[in-house]
């Protein structure tokens, strides 16, 4: 379970300071599918940010499955959310100058997988997400399409409790967003929470709760 209480964030540059989240609480449930709204600048990114512990609140609690984690060091954060958060971005964020293959596999490197597993595991996954013909091409060669669940059989191959969305149909046509989200339901029926950060009422539907931010406050919590 993710529960954060009264989270704020600050940004200092220069002389100008940003507060992009300000005593923000929220719980998500395992196994919860929520949709995060808000027009751009309203700290969207930032909370998915601190959720996977890819940086930390300015002041208030984490609690990720009971334990504190907001004042986490970011090699101590860098290891707690491997194998348990899986993201899921915009553009794709696969690594160019690797395959397919190599991409999805990585999240199992870092977790010191042995070699027979990772092949068997990148090999389901790969399947699963109906890409496995392009185990061996680059990113650049695959369509956003075809990025994105590469993207996701990335986020997903070490079974991650959770995984992170930041509009993850942002860069696709209908068609292929449609697919992303049929993807992501799929996850969640099968057990996986999912944040996700989106502008698309109709990504939103899919999920079981909305909530809106707006400059760096939840301003609405409405379950569907
Ligand atoms: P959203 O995802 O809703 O568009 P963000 O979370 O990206 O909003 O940003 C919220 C606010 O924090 C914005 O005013 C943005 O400019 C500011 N901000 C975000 N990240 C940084 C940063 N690293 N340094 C300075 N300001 C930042």
Redesign the pocket.
């Known amino acids: 379970m993710i529960e954060i209480q009264n989270i704020s964030k600050s940004?200092r540059?220069d002389e100008v300071e940003?507060l992009?989240l300000r005593d923000v609480s929220l719980k998500v449930d395992d196994g919860e599918f929520v949709a995060v709204m808000?027009?751009?600048?309203?700290?969207?990114?930032?909370?998915l940010n601190i959720l996977g512990l890819l940086d930390n609140p300015t002041a208030g609690n984490y609690l990720l499955d009971g334990k504190e984690v907001g004042s986490l060091k970011e090699r101590d954060r860098t290891m707690l959310r491997k194998g348990k958060i899986g993201f899921v971005f915009q553009n794709f964020n696969l690594i160019d100058e690797l395959t397919i293959e190599e991409n999805v596999e990585l999240p199992l490197h870092y977790l010191g997988v042995k070699a027979s597993e990772r092949k068997k595991r990148v090999k389901e996954v790969l399947e699963r997400m109906a890409i496995s013909h392009r185990a061996k091409h680059f990113p650049q060669q695959l369509s956003g399409g075809q990025q994105q669940r590469a993207a996701i059989a990335r986020a997903v191959v070490a079974n991650p409790g959770l995984i992170l969305a930041d509009e993850p149909t942002g860069n696709l046509d209908s068609k292929n967003g449609e697919e992303v989200m049929r993807l992501l339901t799929e996850l969640n029926r099968e057990g996986t929470t999912i944040v996700m950060?989106t502008h698309s009422q109709h990504d939103a539907s899919y999920t079981h709760r909305v909530i809106n931010?707006f400059d760096?406050k939840i301003v609405e919590n409405t379950q569907l």
Request: glycine content about 24%.
């Open positions: 940004f540059t940003t992009a808000g027009p751009s600048g309203c700290g969207k990114s930032t909370l950060v931010l760096g």
